[in-house]
């Protein structure tokens, strides 16, 4: 399971960052900074999920007293 994430997020790192190695003109700080935020936001939006799944397999398999 830990290897998909990982994949999945590697994926999501090289799809998102601009194409720079045929760039002729220069990028703007300004679509580095954002794309970067994006990144995090989708590894964060991807982590806090595993974590309510985690969390609520946990609750769910503890016996009803």
Sequence with gaps: MQSKSFVAACF?????LP??????DHVHPTIIFLSATIIFL????VYIVFKIRRSL???LDKPAN
């Design 42 to 45: 989708m590894i964060l939006t």
């Design 12 to 16: 999501m790192l090289m799809s998102g």
């Design 19 to 24: 194409n720079l190695a045929y760039a002729r």
């Design 57 to 59: 397999r946990n609750d």
